[in-house]
């Protein structure tokens, strides 16, 4: 059974450009998590999906950001017109429901330049 | 209220020695303090967690002690090896809703093991 899968591993973006990160979880799951890590800080929770709904979004900016887990295919975190503070490392987690351990994958590294 | 603290920021310990990080929490409400190990380049994992009806859980050589009073928890690691350099994150959240959005993670403490 494969872990949870995030690609790519390292994506390079100019400013104003858009980043598509995947994150594929593991199977059987059904709920993703998705978070943010700057250096020298704690994993920011950003925003939770389960297949085709938005549970919660409040850690996700308003603008420029978004997310969706179709019924096919991976979880896509989109973030439009990067900017330099968008550097960061953006980890998924996926767990089969609520209230069970949750899984993390091996993260995206973005830099924006 | 939502915060949890950890410190130090950064930790070497020879190896053999005791690795000590400390959490401390404001939310009365947690009742669930997992720690998570991170290597570099990887995602974090699990490593031990505790509830509040016990002041101390151990596995192997890892070590969470939980001081419910002063709402603090600590993760000691024993005899700690080179392969024990990870930053580690400790956590809380609300046990009986446990999604994960509902976790909030330390800042974490970078931990190294120097021979």
């Known amino acids: 059974n494969a872990g949870v899968m995030q690609n790519p591993r390292h994506l390079v973006r100019r400013r104003g450009q858009e980043a598509r990160l995947r994150c594929s979880p593991m199977?059987?799951?059904?709920?993703v998590y998705w978070y943010r890590q700057l250096p020298e800080e704690g994993l920011k929770f950003m925003v939770y999906l389960q297949k085709e709904n938005i549970i919660d979004e409040s850690g996700m900016p308003k603008e420029r950001f978004s997310a969706e887990f179709p019924k096919e295919g991976p979880s896509i975190l989109r973030i439009q017109q990067v900017v330099r503070g968008d550097s960061a490392a953006y980890f998924c987690a996926s767990s089969p429901s609520t209230n069970t351990e949750a899984f993390f994958g091996q993260g995206t590294r973005l830099t924006v330049v | 209220q939502q915060q949890v603290k950890q410190s130090p920021q950064s930790l070497i310990v020879q190896k053999g020695g005791i690795s000590i990080i400390n959490c401390a929490y404001e939310n009365t409400a947690f009742d669930y303090f997992p720690w998570y190990q991170q290597f570099p380049g990887k995602g974090p994992a699990l490593l031990i967690a505790i509830r509040p009806d016990v002041s101390e859980k151990k596995e192997g050589r890892f070590t969470i002690s939980f001081n419910k009073s002063a709402k603090q928890f600590s993760l000691h690691i024993m005899d700690s090896q080179p392969g024990d350099s990870a930053t580690y994150f400790c956590a809380a959240s609300v046990f009986s809703k446990t999604s994960y959005d509902k976790v909030i993670f330390g800042p974490g403490t970078s931990l190294s093991v120097i021979p």
């Open positions: 199977k059987g799951h059904s709920h």
